[in-house]
């Protein structure tokens, strides 16, 4: 049995949000997705500039045409990463600004034989270790335990005594879900 006195930051919750938009299935999804639609929109510019060019259909214009949606093409697909970050900052300052971030900034997790419990200022969950359905660890970091696609339990390294108790805590975990941590090395 495991328990724990987690405290999260903002940069926490960004971080959080910010694995998930890279990461997650979800997230390599709609930037797969994302990129397609760059891809063809430049299509659509360059098939455009073409035919409202005008005057006689010759190679010279028609490669013109195509070398500009080149690059427009690849200074969207160059800004993409940069520009979904910027985004999440904005919208996770706009929730703090309304005051509906969606994380407590301290809570209890409690990690039993069959289940963990997280106990928050406001609310008391319980989900049997079945409902773990992905376990990322960014060592020297934080865990980071995925119940769905989109929302985690969040474990900062900060919150064990000793690197024997993460290592300890990490065979726990993995044991009781069946499934084994994900490292993800350097910068997510």
């Known amino acids: 049995m495991f328990h724990f006195n987690v405290s999260l930051t903002e940069r926490d919750y960004y971080e959080f949000n910010k694995f998930i938009a890279l990461h997650s299935v979800l997230g390599k999804k709609q930037m797969r997705q994302i990129r397609i639609l760059i891809a063809l929109l430049s299509l659509i510019i360059a098939i455009t500039v073409f035919l409202r060019a005008g005057g006689p259909i010759d ?3 028609f490669i013109a045409s195509f070398l500009i949606a080149a690059v427009f093409c690849a200074v969207l697909q160059a800004i993409l990463k940069p520009l979904t970050l910027l985004s999440l900052k904005m919208r996770l300052k706009q929730m703090k600004k309304t005051g509906k971030l969606s994380y407590h900034a301290s809570a209890e997790l409690t990690f039993g034989e069959e ?3 997280e106990t928050t200022p406001s ?3 319980e ?3 079945q409902a773990i359905e992905r376990i990322c660890y960014l060592p020297g970091r934080i865990i980071y335990l995925f119940t769905d ?3 985690a339990y969040l474990l900062p390294v900060t919150a064990f005594a000793s690197q ?3 290592e300890s805590f990490l065979t726990f975990i993995e044991d009781h ?3 084994r941590a994900e490292t993800f090395q350097g910068k997510a």
């Open 127 to 129: 989900e049997y270790y």
């Open 123 to 125: 609310s008391r969950s």
């Open 115 to 117: 289940s963990v419990c």
């Open 59 to 61: 190679a010279a214009r």
């Open 177 to 179: 879900t069946g499934r």
């Open 164 to 166: 024997a108790e993460l």
């Open 149 to 151: 696609l989109s929302r």
